[in-house]
């Protein structure tokens, strides 16, 4: 069976809810925690694929990963995943939607990867000057990476700018070899 349209269907029907609701920012936070923490921690997912533990300790395994305490558009949508024994598809209904709350709200994510250290003025001077570029809000996963020498990569969807030592040395490498 092809995931995508069911992880798609849910995840518009949550977005949906949770709009009618004036949560979705609240519930974005949710899930976003809970399919970062289900992608990284593998025992979580097969927990929820465990056959011998009850739908109500799962929910609280979910819960505990999420940060504690639901808010209730996520309590009810997580019970209807349950219900609906679509708990193996968990991960690709967030993710999903993610995708769909971020095209809707026009937040770009983008990759800052720096040879040293930002500190908090530079990088949001630089969040900044994206966010004016794309006219949209952008979420920036940094990266230090020493082997750049110096300057930065940005990365914004398939766009990317590289500003950094390790680039310009390459680039000036390929010159010379022609």
């Given amino acids: 069976m092809y995931i995508g349209p069911i992880a798609r269907r849910y995840a518009k029907a949550l977005l949906a809810y949770a709009t009618e609701c004036k949560a979705e920012a609240k519930v974005y936070e949710q899930v976003f925690t809970l399919c970062s923490t289900l992608a990284r921690v593998d025992d979580l997912q097969r927990a929820l694929l465990n056959p011998v533990l009850e739908r109500t300790a799962k929910v609280s395994l979910l819960r505990t990963a999420s940060g504690g305490e639901f808010h209730p558009v996520c309590e009810r949508f997580i019970e209807l995943v349950f219900q609906q024994h679509r708990e193996r598809y968990l991960l690709f209904i967030l993710a999903s939607f993610i995708a769909l709350y971020r095209r809707e709200k026009g937040i770009y994510v983008g990759q800052l ?32 990476d020493q082997e750049l020498l110096g300057g930065f990569i940005l990365q914004l969807d398939n766009q990317r700018m590289d500003a950094s030592v390790k680039g310009q040395l390459r680039q000036l490498k390929a010159e010379l070899m022609k």
Avoid: C, S, Y
């Fill in 113 to 144: 990867i720096t040879a040293v250290p930002l500190d908090k003025a530079t990088e949001e001077h630089l969040r900044t000057m994206v966010t004016q570029a794309v006219k949209g809000t952008v979420e920036f996963n940094v990266q230090v």
